[in-house]
């Protein structure tokens, strides 16, 4: 069975400085998808950034970008110049391409400090 | 974009009563749904795969009785907590996937805050 882990329950940053968030994933497939979600004090859910296994490239979406790491099973999170507004609890989740069920990781609490 | 409405936002219910959670997808047909459960600081927790027209896939450990689904359209698709009780408070969360690429995200509901006293 697939899981996630994200070590860190939470973490600090100054605005307008850079954090990295943590994902570990273990899997016995070999093509699936990875994503990030952020799910702010109102709850809903908002998809950040996803990559797919079998693309070599980093995902990048403005500020925000990956750093996969296929043979180490590593999937982390980089957000540039940190905003007040990104402030909230971040999901790790894996989809396998044989089903559409999502794992996600326990969250990290990200505090954006003004 | 797409859009997943999830209703209510709260609710309260005696304990014993049943309440009903609806999910739509609003601009796209979901041909699939999830529904997810969420413990306070805790992750998301998927209690079953919704199919339209079909019977709901449970998860290991979660009660179909008592929580049942219904995925009467294309749009819609429905959680019933049946007579519930305190435990049963948490926060229920509702997805849907874009229908014809295999390869889309999950789009989340707002979900929905159970209180039972």
């Known amino acids: ?114 | 974009g797409a859009v997943v409405s999830q209703h209510p936002s709260r609710v309260i219910c005696k304990s014993g009563t049943s309440v009903k959670i609806e999910c739509r997808s609003l601009d796209f047909q979901a041909t699939t749904m999830f529904w997810y459960r969420q413990f306070p600081k805790k992750s998301l927790m998927l209690m079953a795969t919704s199919n339209e027209g079909s019977k709901a896939t449970y998860e290991q450990g979660v009660e179909k009785d008592k929580f049942l689904i219904n995925h009467a359209s294309l749009t819609l698709s429905t959680l019933t907590v049946t007579s519930a009780h305190p435990e049963d408070s948490s926060f229920y969360i509702c997805s849907a996937r874009l229908g014809g690429s295999y390869n889309s995200p999950l789009h989340f509901g707002n979900g929905t805050r159970l209180t039972v006293t």
């Open chain 1, 1 to 114: 069975a697939q899981t996630v882990t994200q070590s860190q329950p939470e973490m600090s940053v100054q605005e307008a400085e850079t954090v990295t968030l943590s994902c570990t994933y273990d899997t016995s497939e070999s093509d699936y998808y990875l994503f990030w979600y952020k799910q702010p004090p109102s709850r809903q859910m908002i998809l950040v950034i996803r990559q797919e296994a079998y693309k070599q490239q980093n995902a990048t979406e403005n500020r925000f970008s990956v750093n996969f790491q296929k043979a180490a099973k590593s999937f982390s999170l980089k957000i540039s110049d940190s905003q007040l507004g990104d402030a909230a609890m971040y999901f790790c989740a894996y989809r396998s391409v044989r089903t559409y069920k999502y794992i996600f990781g326990t969250g990290t609490r990200l505090k954006v400090l003004a």
